[in-house]
């Protein structure tokens, strides 16, 4: 296997949380630690060692950046999350517990934490310039309505997922948020297939409940 991080380049990603990926391949690292677990591999970063991070990265970063990109859609903005995500997971991997869950699940709750707080403040910065350009502006009242509902739909949706079980919403997340299939969820959860349709069947069941739709 090709591994495409470096252990200079490394340390100028880890300086700087907006250096571009591709800043981070400039040579090829040992293969020794490949074949161990994320969930090793975590335990040496704590310990501040740059190979182990060196291979979660070239492990995980094209999984990381998938997710990122498909709740932002933004090219450049992606590459900076996802640069953001592992210098989190560098500074803060002492605080990964393996008691609550394997290693991709946690660093993909993280990444999508990450990706819907920048979501949040591209928002917040549009509602900014909207509202200095809306004073001279009269909305049609129709449109307004529409804006409404929209909102409170999806203020819905957020309260009704936050009564999932963990189990639940961290399936439904993955394979309606992250558009990962069932297979690829069955993998990163470390859990059978079978199962995961069982969560996913029964937070649906939930969410439409919550939601009052009754067909």
């Given at each position: ?89 560098w500074q803060g991997a002492s605080n990964y517990d393996h008691n609550k869950g394997g290693a ?70 993955l394979a309606y948020y992250g558009g990962y299939s069932h297979r690829e969820v069955s993998e ?28």
């Open positions: 296997m090709t591994t495409t991080l470096v252990s200079r380049s490394t340390s100028d990603a880890l300086a700087s949380p907006h250096a571009k990926l591709n800043d981070m391949a400039d040579d090829a690292i040992p293969e020794a630690g490949a074949d161990l677990t994320s969930e090793e591999l975590l335990e040496q970063i704590a310990a501040g060692d740059r190979t182990a991070f060196a291979h979660l990265y070239d492990r995980l970063s094209a999984r990381v950046f998938g997710l990122v990109k498909r709740l932002l859609r933004d090219h450049s903005q992606s590459e900076e999350v996802t640069q953001e995500i592992f210098l989190e997971i991709i699940s946690w660093i993909l709750t993280m990444t999508h934490r990450r990706a819907v707080d920048r979501i949040r403040a591209s928002q917040a910065s549009r509602d900014r310039d909207t509202r200095i350009g809306i004073r001279d502006w009269e909305p049609d009242v129709d449109v307004v309505s529409e804006n409404v509902e929209v909102r409170v739909e999806n203020e819905r949706v957020k309260l009704a997922l936050g009564r999932l079980t963990d189990l639940q919403r961290q399936a439904v997340v990163m959860l470390h859990i059978p297939i079978g199962t995961v349709k069982t969560r996913l069947r029964d937070g649906m069941i939930r969410l439409r409940d919550e939601m009052g739709v009754t067909s």
